[in-house]
């Protein structure tokens, strides 16, 4: 738990892989978590952060970054097109790019601002109905109809189902991933991070192994 204990694991599930030292970029989820433990995390050091939802990030995370340095902000939660243009210029990359009209959003908001946010392609590797993402016998021409946007597609992520072995899900976005030429893998949470780290991840999204518990309510 906690921070340090993290950042040693990712460490040694790079090693364990024979990964690069380092290659493994950690995203602390803060969502829902209070103001006082996503503080005493940034007074340790770290400035890489998630949140899932819009509305929420745009209510603490500008006073943060008057106060800490280097903040780099990730969306992972789902986007509606109606809030593309606010989450473009409050998140540093976003991960949750799940469907063509939400990519044609961000391409036009994109001209108009003359920049854009990291993208990663999210994939239904689980094809399930209730989950976001493309499915994964779509994500090559989502990839290209993207990439024909002219948008900075830096790769993929997956949320796999909760009740089967991710190592399956996680292997199959590197899959994806490679035969498209994408670098970026954002996949891994705190019950599997070492697990993702083994088959590829570039980015892992660990929130309540090192916050604790989500305080809901
Ligand atoms: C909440 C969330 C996480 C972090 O979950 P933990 O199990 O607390 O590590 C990772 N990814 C997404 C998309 C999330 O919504």
């Known amino acids: 738990m906690g921070l340090q204990d993290i950042n040693?694991?990712?460490?040694?599930a790079e090693t364990d892989a024979g990964r690069?030292?380092?290659?493994?970029?950690?995203?602390?989820?803060?969502?829902?978590?209070p103001n006082a433990?996503?503080?005493?995390?940034?007074?340790?050091?770290?400035?890489?952060?998630?949140?899932?939802?819009v509305q929420e990030a745009a209510g603490k995370w500008p006073d943060f970054r008057e106060t800490f340095e280097g903040i780099?902000?990730?969306?992972?939660?789902?986007?509606q097109t109606n809030k593309a243009r606010q989450a473009m210029g409050l998140?540093?990359?976003i991960h949750s790019v799940d469907r063509p009209k939400l990519a044609k959003t961000i391409a036009r908001i994109a001209q108009e601002e003359g920049q854009c946010p990291d993208l990663f392609l999210q994939v239904n590797t689980g094809e399930e109905e209730q989950k976001a993402g493309v499915f994964p016998a779509d994500a090559d021409a989502f990839v290209a109809e993207c990439r024909a946007l002219d948008l900075p597609v830096k790769g993929l992520?997956?949320?796999?189902?909760?009740d089967e072995e991710p190592s399956l899900h996680f292997a199959l976005l590197a899959k994806i991933a490679e035969r498209n030429g994408l670098s970026g893998l954002s996949m891994g949470m705190s019950s599997d991070f070492e697990r993702a780290i083994a088959l590829g991840a570039t980015h892992v999204r660990v929130g309540s192994a090192i916050f604790g518990e989500r305080v809901v309510g």
């Open 37 to 53: 433990r996503v503080q005493a995390v940034l007074e340790q050091g770290h400035r890489c952060f998630g949140e899932n939802k």
């Open 91 to 93: 998140f540093d990359a």
């Open 20 to 33: 690069v030292p380092g290659s493994v970029k950690l995203i602390a989820v803060s969502k829902v978590q």
């Open 157 to 162: 992520m997956c949320i796999p189902p909760v």
């Open 72 to 79: 780099e902000l990730h969306l992972i939660g789902p986007l």
């Open 8 to 12: 040693d694991r990712i460490a040694n």
